[in-house]
């Protein structure tokens, strides 16, 4: 048929108009994204009996789970061809995930990587099994580099890719040392560096979901221009950047950016700077007189802001489940008038709580009359150091203490006393 130039508009706009009214320009909802992966796992030969849970936003089938959130939200920033191979990945891992847990170490020595990960991420994980009422879940082997960060062994198979867990290595005969140096030279001979350059801001440019573990490569930054320490940022899996500590402003321009990437982007972790020196990574800090004070220290409480808030949710589910009457504290982030930021919890009087670490506690009598009850503001070190038998650690992470009895009178004001000295 030949079309005319009004003819061949009108077809495409019918076309395009019956596209968008089968959904084909919008994205799916949350479950008719979940039938989607479901069904796709049952036409590529994988297990029958995966069920989805709501609630958890994520798939089960007996102890193996997979979690939908992250490849939800890459699949709706995508379109056309980036949209099918995503979802492909993903199906892939979830088909074969049954099959890798047993594997012997001549079947995954070829495979085995080093990635950096949240430590976060991986307490969350073991909140998620309690909640499923597991007694013994997997633990996933990790070391810690930084304050929210760990350095772990992945197994990246051609069709799946999975965190390995202390389980597997004890299987598997080989000391964790071994296999983070067996990991780290074939992140190292993967792919050469690759930056790009913006104002003083290099961003590497694999964008093959190793991109942050790359901080672990020895001298990856040397052939960089940086105009003193590597300071890196790692605000999500896909994304390295890095300044050095020398140019200040290139440093405040890295920490906007990262800071706006993990509000935006999948894949999130947070925007906390790290520091290079001689091959190891540490938590960058500044001094008070620095120009990139506020931003520094605002990048670190963002951190700990985005893991506290996620650990409440988790946590209030789990004693909603159990049924305990506990109170997990909020961490509050608050901005001065000075530009600087300070962190806030609030132990009330009358009940147990759960404490995260912050800046300040806000000490609330609820026997004294509202807007009176506020009695004392102290320092975490000073409390911490003078209630330290009315805090008890809970060994979790983000650190949190349980508190159940209310300074005395007397405690009060030694705290108000010490916080002035």
């Not at 048929?1 to 994205?27: A, V």
């Not at 082997?141 to 202390?166: C, G, H, N, R, T």
């Not at 305990?324 to 806030?344: M, Q």
């Amino acid at each position: 048929m030949k079309y005319t130039l009004s003819n061949r508009l009108r077809f495409q706009m019918t076309s395009l108009l019956s596209m968008k009214m089968f959904g084909l320009f919008r994205n799916p909802s949350k479950e008719k994204f979940a039938a989607l992966v479901l069904r796709k796992i049952a036409e590529q030969g994988g297990p029958t009996d995966f069920v989805f849970l709501p609630d958890q936003f994520e798939i089960r089938c007996g102890s193996n789970r997979g979690f939908l959130g992250n490849v939800y939200t890459s699949y709706c920033q995508a379109k056309g061809a980036q949209r099918d191979s995503i979802l492909n990945n993903f199906v892939s891992v979830m088909v074969d995930l049954p099959k890798h847990t047993e594997s012997r170490f001549e079947e995954v020595r070829a495979d085995i990587a080093i990635v950096v990960r949240e430590r976060a991420l991986l307490a969350f994980t073991s909140l998620l099994w309690q909640l499923d009422g597991v007694e013994k879940p997997p633990k996933i082997q990790a070391e810690p580099i930084s304050a929210w960060f760990a350095k772990a062994l992945v197994i990246d198979a051609p069709s799946y890719m999975s965190l390995a867990s202390e389980e597997q290595l004890s299987g598997w005969g080989c000391p964790p040392y071994e296999l983070y140096a067996l990991g780290l030279q074939k992140l190292t001979d993967a792919k050469a560096p690759a930056f790009s350059a913006d104002n003083g801001v290099f961003r590497g440019t694999w964008d093959d979901d190793y991109d942050s573990s790359r901080i672990l490569i020895p001298g990856i930054f040397d052939d960089l221009p940086l105009r003193g320490k590597p300071i890196v940022t790692i605000p999500n899996r896909l994304t390295l950047l890095v300044a050095g500590s020398e140019d200040t402003n290139a440093v405040r321009r890295m920490l906007a950016t990262a800071e706006e990437i993990v509000r935006t982007k999948a894949k999130p972790q947070n925007p906390a700077p790290l520091v290079i020196r001689n091959g190891d990574v540490f938590d960058y800090s500044v001094p008070a007189t620095s120009p990139i004070f506020n931003e520094v220290e605002r990048a670190k409480r963002l951190a700990a802001l985005f893991y506290y808030t996620e650990q409440k949710e988790r946590l209030d589910e789990l004693y909603e489940k159990n049924g305990k009457d506990f109170f997990v504290a909020t961490y509050t982030l608050n901005r001065l008038d000075s530009g600087a930021h300070i962190s806030c919890a609030v132990w009330t009087k009358g009940g147990a709580a759960l404490l995260p670490v912050v800046d300040e506690i806000v000490f609330v009598d609820t026997d004294r009359p509202k807007g009176q009850n506020v009695v004392a503001r102290v320092r975490w070190p000073v409390a911490a150091k003078f209630l330290a038998d009315l805090m008890l650690d809970t060994e979790m992470f983000p650190q949190r203490f349980y508190v159940s009895s209310f300074p005395s009178p007397e405690q009060l004001l030694s705290l108000l006393s010490k916080s002035r000295e």
